[in-house]
């Protein structure tokens, strides 16, 4: 991520997207100068841990960037209490602040190519949502995101040629290969396809060795990133993380 000066924002409003989604709008004077352009960019948050005494930094996804308003949503997948920043996007009130550090790179599909592939869970939902709302008129492909809920499922303009498959998975916590599974079931189209993946770690290690070894797809091709890990705080999977990718270079 660039070095840049942390920026303590205040929140403006939250909305319950779905059950388990909840958009907390950020905004206040520290947003202005905040680069344009950055939906789907990661920033990192500094939240308060589970002692309420210090903090641990989490990385999200800028959803939308309002610069006339000074303004960005920031869309949480929330599961109760089990982890702080699920749990400090349920009570965020407005006029409560958080310090944001970012933005960092975006990654978007390559939306010249042939056809295009967008998979992931809800962790990944608002980055793919970005992409969903990018795609041209005379796309084709499929989208295949993951979901606790029917209920959780969000409405998205899409072109005709495109599909968004809904995978049901009430308990993500638990080692499953619905991603793989739904995207083995769709055809494989003609042409050079753009792919864009990410997930729990080691669902991602599954589309990776799929895409790169069974359809033989171009590594430039395929950005394919794992945003957590089953059992691992985020400082944890950092490091595993970090690990796989110097092994799989």
Same mark, same amino acid.
């Given at each position: 991520?660039?070095?840049?000066?942390?920026?303590?924002?205040?929140?403006?409003?939250?909305?319950?997207?779905?059950?388990?989604?909840?958009?907390?709008?950020?905004?206040?004077?520290?947003?202005?100068?905040?680069?344009?352009?950055?939906?789907?960019?990661?920033?990192?948050?500094?939240?308060?841990?589970?002692?309420?005494?210090?903090?641990?930094?989490?990385?999200? =996804?800028?959803?939308?960037?309002?610069?006339?308003?000074?303004?960005?949503?920031?869309?949480?997948?929330?599961?109760?209490?089990?982890?702080?920043?699920?749990?400090?996007?349920?009570?965020?009130?407005?006029?409560?602040?958080?310090?944001?550090?970012?933005?960092?790179?975006?990654?978007?599909?390559?939306?010249?190519?042939?056809?295009?592939?967008?998979?992931?869970?809800? =962790?990944?939902?608002?980055?793919?949502?970005?992409?969903? %709302?990018?795609?041209?008129?005379?796309?084709?492909?499929?989208?295949?995101?993951?979901?606790?809920?029917?209920?959780?499922? !969000?409405?998205? %303009?899409?072109?005709?040629?495109?599909?968004?498959?809904?995978?049901?998975?009430?308990?993500?916590?638990?080692?499953?290969?619905?991603?793989?599974?739904?995207?083995? !079931?769709?055809?494989?189209?003609?042409?050079?396809?753009?792919?864009?993946?990410?997930?729990?770690?080691?669902?991602?290690?599954?589309?990776? !060795?799929?895409?790169? !070894?069974?359809?033989?797809?171009?590594?430039?091709?395929?950005?394919?990133?794992?945003?957590?890990?089953?059992?691992?705080?985020?400082?944890?999977?950092?490091?595993?993380?970090?690990?796989?990718?110097?092994?799989?270079?």
């Amino acid at each position: 991520m660039p070095k840049s000066a942390p920026r303590t924002l205040t929140v403006i409003r939250s909305h319950q997207l779905t059950p388990n989604m909840k958009r907390i709008t950020l905004g206040g004077s520290e947003l202005k100068g905040f680069p344009v352009d950055q939906e789907s960019a990661y920033i990192k948050l500094q939240i308060p841990a589970d002692n309420g005494e210090s903090l641990v930094t989490r990385t999200y =996804t800028v959803r939308k960037h309002r610069k006339a308003l000074n303004e960005i949503d920031v869309d949480f997948m929330v599961h109760g209490d089990s982890g702080p920043a699920s749990a400090w996007a349920l009570r965020a009130q407005p006029g409560d602040c958080i310090t944001l550090a970012g933005p960092g790179g975006k990654k978007l599909l390559d939306f010249s190519a042939d056809w295009l592939v967008l998979v992931g869970d809800m =962790t990944a939902l608002p980055a793919i949502s970005v992409n969903l %709302e990018q795609l041209p008129a005379n796309a084709q492909g499929y989208a295949v995101i993951e979901i606790l809920d029917e209920s959780d499922i !969000q409405a998205f %303009e899409i072109p005709e040629s495109f599909e968004i498959h809904w995978v049901i998975n009430p308990a993500p916590g638990i080692e499953n290969t619905h991603l793989l599974d739904k995207l083995k !079931q769709l055809p494989w189209l003609k042409g050079e396809p753009s792919i864009w993946a990410a997930c729990e770690f080691n669902t991602m290690r599954a589309l990776r !060795q799929y895409f790169k !070894q069974e359809k033989n797809v171009d590594k430039k091709a395929v950005y394919v990133s794992s945003y957590w890990k089953r059992g691992l705080s985020e400082e944890e999977h950092k490091k595993v993380k970090r690990t796989d990718a110097e092994t799989t270079a």
